[in-house]
């Protein structure tokens, strides 16, 4: 069946170190998202991807980054200069064009920083 | 203001009640509406999109209003399985293609 992976589904980071989400999907879909998700709070977009070797920052970049070699696989890293990256943590992918916005998501990775 | 806006809630409400949600966008321009479910500690997932001339789906009806820039969910009847948070999403027609509310969160209470 196709769709998205994200792993791990829990994390825990010490103070001052690098993490790296995994995000995959086998939808052969163009667009790929990050979001990051507080209690209570709705969904903020960290970065996005429309097309492999290409990404744009979101609403709250810093401290992340990531990139697009494969289509299949979009890697969200958490940086140490992330302050507070306590979260859940979305990825999602689309098909792409203004006909095909549905999206569907991983489930999520956990981060608690330790 | 912020692109999309929902009442947050929380909505409880007993077994086999109406209720309805409302979210609002700022962009004219936006092209596409959904609505989407998440349950609690899960990831979203597509309830409904939202068409121009309204749709239904079971007891779950959408409407877009675009001279006034909202949509609407309305659940007929609920369901304790009903419980969960809806988030209004709105495609603004841009490159980022989706842009989420912070979600209403729904209790039916038995």
């Known amino acids: 069946d196709g769709g998205i992976t994200q792993s791990p589904k829990y994390l825990f980071r010490k103070e001052g170190q690098n993490v790296t989400l995994s995000c995959e999907q086998n939808l052969n879909h163009d667009a790929m998202y990050w979001y990051r998700q507080d209690p209570g709070q709705g969904l903020r977009l960290i970065y996005y991807s429309q097309i492999v070797n290409d990404f744009q920052k979101g609403d709250i970049a810093e401290g992340y980054s990531v990139s697009r070699e494969k289509k299949e696989s979009f890697p969200l890293t958490v940086t140490s200069a992330q302050k507070n990256p306590t979260a859940f943590y979305l990825c999602?992918?689309?098909?792409?064009?203004?006909?095909?916005?549905?999206?569907?998501f991983g489930q999520g990775t956990r981060l608690t920083v330790v | 203001r912020k692109e999309v806006e929902q009442d947050p809630g929380p909505f409880n409400v007993p077994e086999g009640a109406t209720v309805a949600f409302n979210c609002t966008y700022s962009?004219?321009?936006?092209?596409?509406f959904f609505w989407y479910r998440q349950d609690c500690r899960k990831e979203p997932k597509l309830l409904m999109s939202?068409?121009?001339s309204g749709n239904e789906d079971g007891r779950f009806t959408a409407q877009l209003n675009r001279a006034s820039q909202y949509i609407s969910l309305l659940i007929r009847d609920s369901k304790l399985s009903d419980s969960a948070t809806y988030l209004c999403?709105?495609?603004?027609?841009?490159?980022?293609?989706?842009?989420f509310g912070s979600g209403t969160q729904l209790t039916v209470l038995p």
């Open positions: 939202v068409y121009s």
């Open positions: 999403v709105v495609n603004p027609g841009s490159a980022r293609q989706l842009t």
């Open positions: 962009n004219s321009a936006s092209q596409s």
């Open positions: 999602a992918s689309i098909r792409g064009g203004p006909q095909n916005t549905e999206a569907f």
